[in-house]
Every structure is written in C-alpha cells, then in structure tokens.
C-alpha cells in the first residue's frame, strides 16, 4: 500500500503501558511525546544514511525505532521498519530499501500525526 | 542484595523509549533503588558501587550484549545480569545464559510483567543463596578445630597436632578409636578446616547399610539397574565430589566389595551399577573404625591392599578414661551447651560431682559423658550439679551383668544385650536409650552372634 494513499489505516494499542500507578495518563503522555521524540529523530538519521547508501546505519535506526513501535503495536510502521531490518541485517540484501525507507517516512508521519492528536485531546 | 530495601536494579539501554519504560516498571516497587545508563561504557565506569541486578540491552551503541556480561561477570559473579532484546533467537539466549545471564528477556508486549517476576525470582534466588552461606559459615565455625577438639591432655593434644598435619593436604585420613571416642567428629573437624569446607561432607556408615545395598550406596545406579531402580541415582562418591567422604565402621564392608572400594581410590573413578562408564572424582577420603584392622588382616577378613591403601595418615583418638582432667573440661563444655541451646541458667559442678566424673571409667567415652552431663543438668534442681544427680549408665546394670571378671567391650555387649531382652530388640529404642547408633548396635549383636553370646 503506498502510504500517502487515501485509506491507509494507523493502528497501535497503548494496553503495554498500563499500569497500576498514580498519574497513569501523564505517564502514558510522556511515553507518547518520547515516542514522537524518537521515531522522528530516527527516520531522519534513518534518510541521511539511505542519501548516502549506508545501510548498516539505515538498519540500525530501523532497530532502534522498532522496539517502541512493537511494543505499541504500531502498525503498519512496525511492519515496514522489520523488513529493512531483516533485509540488511539478515538477509544481507539493499534491493528495495531505499523504497521501504520512503515507504516509513510516510507512515512515521502519518503515526506522529495520530499520536499528537492523542496527547492533545 | 543485603535486603529488600536495597536492591539496586541498574538499566543500561541506549533506547530512550525502552531506558523511560524500564525505569517507570522498575521503579514502582519502592523497595528497588534504580539508576540509567545510555551505554555501556558510562555503566563500566561506575560499576565500583556493585549493583544487585543489572538490565542490558542485547544492541548497545558501544558494545554488545556478551561482551558486556563477561565484563560484569568477570567484576562481580554475583551481580544479576538480565539481557533484554529484540531478537528472539534461541541460540544467542542459550549462548548468554551459557555465559551466566540470569535470564533473557525479549522486548515484547508482556517485557513489563516478565521482567518484574524475573527480578523477584533473582532476589528470592539471591536471599536463598545468602541464607545458605550464612548457614554455611556457621557449620564451618561450629567445627573450628578449637570449639571441635576439646582438651588438654597429652593424649588428645598429640591427636590435635595430627589433626592439623592433614588439614594443608588431601591425604586420606583413618580415624581410630573406641565407640564414642568423636570419630566423626573429628572427620567433620578436618573438612570443615580443610579447603573443601565450602564442598560436601558425605559421612556412610558401612555397617548401618545392608551388605547388598552399600554398592549402590556409594557408587550409585542407573535407572534400571536392578528391581526397584526406577530413576537414576548417584552414589555417595559422587555426592561429596569436591568434598569429603566419610567412610565410618570401614571394617564392616563385605569382602566382596572392599576390591570395588580399592579400585574406585585407586583409580579415582566409580562406575554406576548398570552402566560401563567410568565417572572421575575429586574426593577427599576419611575412613573409621573401631577394630584393629591390622589384626582383621591378619585374620583375613580386610584385604590388605586396601588397608594399606586407606593408612595414609591414620589418628588414634584416646579413650576418654586416659585423658585425665579432659573430663572437666569437656564436662563444662557440654554444660554451656546444653544449657545455651535448651535455654536454661548455666549450672556449674559441686566438688563432690567432679569427683564423682573423675571417677569414672567411661565405657562409652565422650558419648556417654555427654548423656550423663545432659541427665544430670535435667535431674538436678540446683544451679549447682551435685555428685547424686550424676547416674552412671553402669550403675543401672544388673548386677549380674558387672560381677563377672570381663573386658570393657564385653561389658558393653553385655549392656546392649541386657537393653536387647528387655526392649524386645527395638533397635530404634535401644539406640535412643543408650545414645549410640543403631548401626552400633546391629554391629555388636553381630558380633555377639560370632561369640556365640547371641
């Protein structure tokens, strides 16, 4: 699905940082914002190594945006950021990368979006 | 990990996203004190203030996961290393664990829940193993050759210095002497101050065991082996592997199996009974008996190889009768102990009553001091123990047991069988009574049946 096409469809499930604790919103706020702090950081290192065809570096970002986004059931974010990584790291392959690439940067956006939303409301 | 309230839990992750969750988890439990790291080269430089457990991530940007716990492994073995990752691929957990990770959590939804229970299962683990070493200590403190070896003179003095000779060595030590002289005593004294005291003491007693069970006793068994081996089992040799075996009543074993005894020290190996493979051990050898073994090879009934093979440094513990003013002594000690452990005011002894145990010709030696010390605190009702509280075991004898002209271990033969008629041979009972093993008392009807006194 290319990601800018009308109807693609951000899910997640926020039920891995339930808790028990006092002030649960505000945690689960701060973790949303870290969210958007990070992913954004990561897609942009994640362009600048793809720019220069430094793969280990692109799988790298991938990994380390993918943990939250497992974990928040991200999708199809999570999904995409997998393939680069298993592409690289396990197949040992660039074929099609720099397209999974773009193919995040647009699905980041459109997660970051509905993310901010949610802390706004 | 001193107490709950000070366990230190250390988060070293590079995730900004992952190191905020962690610590949120973690620090609900306000009995963890918890500390983040980003990478592993600022959790290195402060690794000097030894935390209880530590979580790493497999991916740092600095370092990965293994290099990481064999630095904190090879710092500090007990630290608590808990690998969290993203991959989930069973060699690299098996290969952590291998290397001493406590346990290897993949980053998934449920990471939360698994890494509280694993950090309460390390801190149980780690309580336990506390708990053990501290129970450990005081074993090894119990048997301080000081607190073990009671007594000033010659005789047990000269015991004493050899007792020392084999504490820097593994040479394999036989302890003689009569019934209740502190053969396992002084078994238990050597391990405990040798360099195996932190490995285990295994003590068989040879003559307590039927003849056709003391093989796979000691050398153990395949499941199968034999009717009734259904499961495995390791023999005594390879339960005190590192340690010490204490083979008690050595003169008791059957002569069919003191040539697998000799082939097993010979060797330094066991076969299990149904299987063909040899199995290495490291065991310290520490042998008793109260025969003169010399005699029973002489009369044919030790293998002399084996005897000479278990002489490597033989102790003769006096009989309590030749150690004079040792009977005071030990006689205070039993006091303290025994009014420490039941909780009741120390007493101490009249003249009459030192004289009264001075007196004394101790059949039964240390054992039967110790029961008479214990009956007379019990009996008494002052805080002095006068002569009439102290009751010889001799003294409750049939007279017509004691008017005969007979030697001290006939005398004792005669006891056991005076208990033997009277209890209708209740071993268990007698044993209880007399304050000796059963396993002495079947080997004395054992011996009364070839005297054909039985």
Sequence with gaps: MKPNMPGMKISYNLSGLDGLEDKHDQFIKEMIRLFIKGTSSGMKGMQVAAKEKDWNTVAEHAHKILGPCKHLEVMPLAKTLRSIENTIFDLKKTDGIPELVEQAEEEAKETIKVFEKLISE | ????????????????????????????????????????????????????????????????????????????????????????????????LRLGAYDYIVKEKDVRNRLLNTINNAIKEQNLVTRIMALEQEVINKYDLNKTIIGASPAIQTSLKLIEKTLENNITVIVTGETGTGKEVVAKAIHYNSSRKHKNFVAVNVAAIPGELIEAELFGHEKGAFTGANNRRIGKFEEANGGTLFLDEIGELDHSLQAKLL????????????????????????????????????????????????????????????????????????????????????????????????????????????????????????????????????????????????????????????????????????????????????????????????
Aim: aromatic share 8%.
């Design chain 2, 1 to 96: 990990m001193k107490d709950k309230k000070t366990v230190a839990v250390w988060i070293v992750e590079d995730n900004e996203w992952y190191n905020k969750l962690l610590k949120h988890t973690i620090s609900l439990n306000p009995e963890y004190s918890v500390r983040t790291f980003f990478n592993a080269h600022d959790f290195l430089k402060e690794l000097e203030a030894k935390p209880d457990i530590v979580t790493i991530d497999y991916r740092l940007p600095d370092m990965d996961g293994i290099e990481l716990l064999a630095k904190i492994k090879s710092f500090d073995e007990n630290i608590k290393v808990i690998v969290i990752s993203e991959q989930d691929k069973i060699d690299t957990a098996i290969e952590l």
């Design chain 2, 263 to 454: 082939r097993a020290l010979q060797e330094k190996e066991i076969v299990r009974i149904g299987s063909n493979a040899p199995i290495k051990f490291d065991t310290r050898i520490i042998a008793a008996t109260h025969r003169n073994l010399k005699e029973e090879v002489k009369k044919g009934k030790f293998r002399e190889d084996l005897y000479y093979r278990l002489m490597g440094f033989p102790i003769e513990l006096p009989p309590l009768r030749s150690r004079g003013k040792d009977v005071l002594i030990l006689a205070k000690h039993f006091i303290d102990v025994f009014c420490k452990e039941n909780k009741v005011p120390l007493k101490t002894l009249s003249e009459e009553a030192k004289a009264k145990l001075l007196g004394y010709h101790y059949p039964g030696n240390i054992r039967e001091l110790r029961s008479t010390i214990e009956l007379a605190i019990v009996i008494g009702d002052k805080n002095e123990i006068m002569a009439n509280d102290i009751t010889f075991l001799s003294d409750e004898l049939n007279p017509e047991n004691v008017s005969d002209d007979l030697t001290m271990r006939e005398y004792e033969l005669k006891i056991v069988e005076t208990y033997l008629k009277k209890y209708n041979n209740d071993i268990k009972l007698i044993a209880s009574k007399l304050d000796i093993g059963q396993a002495t008392i079947y080997r004395m009807i054992k011996e009364m049946k070839e005297k054909g006194t039985a």
